[in-house]
């Protein structure tokens, strides 16, 4: 059993999408958590556009560079394949997802095992527990003025849910910019609210899901175990 845990915001510290991710990591024993900080990879729309290109050769005539695109892809998959969970953080920057996450999702496709020309929608990650924890510096809630400006959430929901058929939980902070901005002080604590409530929200995924795991621990167990003699 792995925890993948995603991470993408540029912060270190006071990171909200890297302190929710601690909070669902916290259920799992720490040697079976494997972190992928995709801010640690600095060339991946590199990659990525070497293993794109590559689609469109047969394969005798890759380049080195194409090579290496297609092996990142396929190590990225086989460790997104290789979870029984996931855990994505990903900060809201300019009204999308960070670069990063795009080139990782990107890179994804063109392995065979995430291509939906090669995999039906909805296999490659089905049923898999995927937490999308996510940190917004504005609000885009019903009836803010930029209600419908946060494109990030709608997109991640349609890869991993609809085109990879994770079982997708999202988990969101808003406001975390009245923190620091002293032009958002009297917004406070608004973003108090809802970072409390993330942390509370995550708190209780993350409890959810530890029951699940042990009660399919049990199950395996329960089948493995018996006793034949
Ligand atoms: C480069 C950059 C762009 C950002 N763009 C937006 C944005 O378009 N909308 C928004 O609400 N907040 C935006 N923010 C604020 C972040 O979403 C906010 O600080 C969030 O808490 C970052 O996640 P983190 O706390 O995990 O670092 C941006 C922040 C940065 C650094």
Same mark, same amino acid.
């Given at each position: !059993?792995?925890?993948?845990?995603?991470?993408?915001?540029?912060?270190?510290? /006071?990171?909200?999408?890297?302190?929710?991710?601690?909070? !669902?990591?916290?259920?799992?024993?720490?040697?079976?958590?494997? =972190?992928?900080?995709?801010?640690?990879?600095?060339?991946?729309?590199?990659?990525?556009?070497?293993?794109?290109? %590559?689609?469109?050769?047969? @394969?005798?005539?890759?380049?080195?560079? !194409?090579?290496?695109?297609?092996? &990142?892809? %396929?190590?990225?998959?086989?460790?997104? #394949?290789?979870?029984? @969970?996931?855990?994505?953080?990903?900060?809201?920057?300019?009204?999308?997802? $960070?670069?990063?996450?795009?080139?990782?999702?990107?890179?994804?496709?063109?392995?065979?095992?995430? *291509?939906?020309?090669?995999? &039906?929608?909805?296999?490659? #990650?089905? /049923?898999?527990?995927?937490?999308?924890?996510?940190?917004?510096?504005?609000?885009?809630? $019903?009836?803010?003025?930029?209600?419908?400006?946060?494109?990030?959430? $709608?997109?991640?929901?349609?890869?991993?849910?609809?085109?990879?058929? +994770?079982?997708?939980?999202?988990?969101? %902070?808003? #406001?975390?910019?009245?923190?620091?901005?002293?032009?958002? %002080?009297?917004?406070? $604590?608004?973003?108090? &609210?809802?970072? +409390?409530?993330?942390?509370?929200? +995550?708190?209780?995924?993350?409890?959810?899901?530890?029951?699940?795991?042990? =009660? *399919?621990? @049990?199950?395996?167990?329960?089948?493995?175990?018996?006793?034949?003699?």
């Amino acid at each position: !059993m792995t925890l993948l845990r995603v991470d993408t915001s540029v912060r270190r510290l /006071g990171s909200i999408t890297r302190e929710l991710a601690d909070i !669902m990591a916290a259920t799992w024993p720490a040697d079976q958590v494997v =972190h992928r900080d995709l801010t640690g990879c600095p060339d991946l729309h590199a990659a990525w556009h070497q293993a794109a290109s %590559a689609g469109f050769l047969p @394969e005798p005539h890759w380049t080195p560079a !194409m090579r290496r695109g297609k092996a &990142l892809a %396929a190590d990225f998959a086989d460790e997104v #394949l290789a979870a029984t @969970e996931i855990v994505v953080g990903a900060p809201l920057y300019n009204f999308g997802t $960070p670069a990063s996450v795009k080139s990782w999702v990107d890179l994804l496709i063109t392995d065979p095992r995430f *291509d939906p020309r090669h995999t &039906l929608p909805g296999r490659a #990650l089905a /049923g898999v527990p995927l937490t999308l924890v996510i940190a917004r510096g504005g609000s885009y809630a $019903p009836g803010a003025p930029r209600e419908g400006w946060d494109h990030a959430t $709608p997109y991640l929901r349609r890869i991993f849910g609809d085109l990879f058929g +994770a079982e997708v939980t999202v988990i969101a %902070a808003e #406001l975390t910019a009245a923190e620091i901005d002293p032009a958002l %002080a009297e917004l406070r $604590p608004q973003a108090d &609210l809802s970072r +409390a409530e993330a942390r509370a929200l +995550a708190e209780r995924t993350a409890a959810h899901l530890a029951e699940r795991r042990a =009660h *399919d621990r @049990e199950l395996s167990t329960g089948t493995t175990g018996v006793d034949v003699g």
